[in-house]
């Protein structure tokens, strides 16, 4: 009978499981690596908290130059609205002057009344540019030659809003907003007086001028460019 023999050959079961302590070295580098994280993020926060406080610093002085400039453009809105103001109100106020024309056939005197409307007419161009407004040189410019764009009617020489705009467009080379197109037409009665006269026909706005007004704007014109007016003609 044979004696049962003993296995010297070991099993994994066996053995006692091997783990790698960590060592002081491998602990301090890891340590280290963690404190150099640490720093570099908080300079990035730092670096993002300078930023974030330089902007609000632009922001503030933005807000600041915004402020201060619109407000200063509101003063030169406000300024060149009470000159446009004054200037109407000087047109409007000033007293009209009279002139008598001997008629040939009878030699007898008619008296007729000159209109702010007619005065303009008859300054020089560097006055106009430099009294008139935007819109009251357009009037000034359409009533020096408005036989030239006017529809010839019983009542006088018409004109249409659409005339306007093309007589503006031609001359400036844009078209006019409508707005402008019925400030011109307010102006052209308003200067006028009793020779321009605003009405409506099929729904259209119209301005119908006297054909002797008419004339007397075109040949002030003409006769003005070798005798300017003085340049009080304003006051």
């Known amino acids: 009978m044979t004696e049962p023999t003993t296995s010297t050959e070991s099993t994994a079961t066996d053995q006692p499981a091997t783990t790698e302590e960590p060592t002081l070295e491998s602990i301090s580098e890891q340590l280290e690596a963690l404190t150099n994280r640490v720093e570099e993020l908080e300079a990035e926060l730092n670096r993002k908290d300078d930023r974030i406080e330089e902007l609000e610093a632009e922001l503030t002085e933005?807000?600041?130059?915004?402020?201060?400039?619109?407000?200063?453009?509101?003063?030169?809105?406000?300024?060149?609205?009470?000159?446009?103001?004054?200037?109407?109100?000087?047109?409007?106020?000033?007293?009209?002057?009279?002139?008598?024309?001997?008629?040939?056939?009878?030699?007898?005197?008619?008296?007729?009344?000159?209109?702010?409307?007619?005065?303009?007419?008859?300054?020089p161009e560097h006055v106009a540019n430099r009294e008139l407004t935007t819109n009251q040189k357009r009037a000034r410019f359409i009533a020096q030659d408005v036989q030239d764009y006017a529809e010839k009617a019983p009542a006088g020489l018409v004109l249409d809003s659409q005339t306007i705009a093309k007589v503006i467009t031609a001359a400036e080379g844009s078209k006019p907003h409508t707005q402008t197109v019925a400030r011109v037409m307010n102006f052209l009665e308003k200067l006028g007086k009793d020779d321009v006269e605003q009405t409506k026909r099929r729904g259209k706005k119209l301005v119908v001028i006297d054909e002797e007004a008419a004339d007397r704007y075109h040949d002030r014109c003409d006769r003005d460019i070798e005798q300017p007016p003085a340049e009080d003609v304003m006051s």
């Open 62 to 123: 933005y807000k600041r130059f915004a402020g201060s400039e619109f407000a200063d453009v509101r003063g030169r809105i406000t300024d060149v609205e009470d000159q446009i103001q004054e200037l109407e109100t000087t047109l409007q106020e000033t007293p009209t002057e009279t002139t008598t024309v001997a008629a040939e056939e009878t030699g007898s005197q008619t008296t007729t009344t000159e209109t702010p409307l007619e005065r303009i007419c008859t300054l």
